[in-house]
């Protein structure tokens, strides 16, 4: 049985994994981790999630609970995350990533941990997200290079505090990859006023941020006369959390390194 800690416990998606953890069969909630100094602290964490008493209460830090358990599961915000990450190497734990919005310099600093501990780092833990970006690398390599305009665009609801998605990003990457251009190059942001017409081989990105919209991405491929559009739409939270408890089982028997969700998947 894996021993699972959250962290950002009180959070939208910490709520939803406390319950994620409750139906999983293979897994323990071991305990939770709120804000320090938050009014949660000592709550119970079925109570907070909607579950009625579980017997677990949520801690301002992860040294209380350090003899507790055997997987993090962290989506919170980047530097809690590298914190939570640093924590985890030092004490011979592993780590569930899924927080979003890492800067160049926070990703670079989260690799470098890739052979202290077995970390998993997905910015969407859906089996449907990651299936789709294997049609995309077959999409990108069929019609990139025959003047099909690739356009990434993403909506999720109005608390969500970076843009674009992770997941809009990693979309972005793989169709960038399979066609092997950079992202860095070729992602294009922001239109606004007299910006000129499309070059060929941009990526475009958009945002929407919108009332409770759980998550939808779509990447189009449009040409004169028709288009593609591959598109995923998250409804319930449930997704993520499901995927990032079955990664936690997935993690508990790997050696060190940084993994993904299409290794968790067996989808690489
Ligand atoms: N990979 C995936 O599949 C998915 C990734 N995400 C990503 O997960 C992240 C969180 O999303 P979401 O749950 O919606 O955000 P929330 O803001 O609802 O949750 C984040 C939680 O972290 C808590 N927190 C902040 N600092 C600390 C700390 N030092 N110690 C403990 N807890 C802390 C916050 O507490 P407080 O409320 O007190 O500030 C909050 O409860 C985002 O980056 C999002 O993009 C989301 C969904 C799916
Ligand atoms: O913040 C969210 O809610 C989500 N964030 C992830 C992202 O940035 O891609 C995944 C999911 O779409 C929900």
């Not at 909506?155 to 990003?169: F, I, Y």
């Not at 593609?228 to 390194?257: P, Q, Y």
């Given at each position: 049985m894996t021993r699972i800690a959250i962290v950002g416990v009180a959070g939208r998606m910490g709520r939803t994994l406390v319950n994620a953890v409750a139906q999983d069969a293979g897994t323990t909630l071991a305990g939770g981790v709120?804000?320090?100094?938050?009014?949660?602290?000592?709550?119970?964490?079925?109570?907070?999630?909607?579950?009625?008493?579980?017997?677990?209460?949520?801690?301002?830090s992860l040294a209380v609970i350090v003899?507790?358990?055997?997987?993090?599961?962290?989506?919170?915000?980047?530097?809690?995350?590298?914190?939570?990450?640093a924590f985890c190497a030092e004490h011979g734990k592993r780590i569930v990533i899924g927080t979003t919005g890492l800067s160049d310099a926070e990703l670079d600093e989260l690799d470098g941990y890739r052979d202290r501990l077995p970390m998993m780092f997905a910015p969407n833990m859906s089996v449907g997200v990651n299936l789709t970006l294997k049609l995309l690398e077959t999409a990108a390599k069929a019609l990139g290079d025959e003047g099909?305009?690739?356009?990434?665009?993403?909506?999720?609801?109005?608390?969500?505090?970076?843009?674009?998605?992770?997941?809009?990003?990693?979309m972005g990457e793989v169709v960038a990859d399979s066609l092997g251009r950079s992202l860095k190059e070729h992602g294009v942001f922001e239109r606004v006023g007299q910006c000129g017409p499309r070059r060929a081989d941009e990526i475009g990105f958009s945002t929407v941020r919108a009332g409770d919209i759980v998550g939808e991405h779509t990447v189009m491929f449009a040409t004169e006369?028709?288009?593609?559009?591959?598109?995923?739409?998250?409804?319930?939270?449930?997704?993520?959390?499901?995927?990032?408890?079955?990664?936690?089982?997935?993690?508990?028997?790997?050696?060190?390194?940084?993994?993904?969700?299409?290794?968790?998947?067996?989808?690489?």
């Open positions: 709120v804000e320090p100094g938050s009014s949660l602290v000592g709550a119970d964490l079925g109570e907070l999630a909607g579950l009625g008493k579980l017997g677990v209460g949520a801690v301002e003899d507790d358990f055997d997987v993090l599961i962290d989506f919170t915000a980047p530097q809690v995350t590298l914190a939570n990450l099909y305009d690739i356009e990434v665009i993403e909506a999720h609801h109005r608390h969500k505090v970076d843009a674009p998605s992770g997941t809009a990003l990693k006369g028709e288009r593609i559009e591959i598109t995923h739409k998250a409804s319930s939270r449930m997704t993520f959390a499901k995927g990032a408890v079955r990664a936690a089982r997935w993690l508990a028997d790997r050696d060190n390194g940084r993994y993904d969700m299409l290794d968790v998947l067996d989808l690489k």
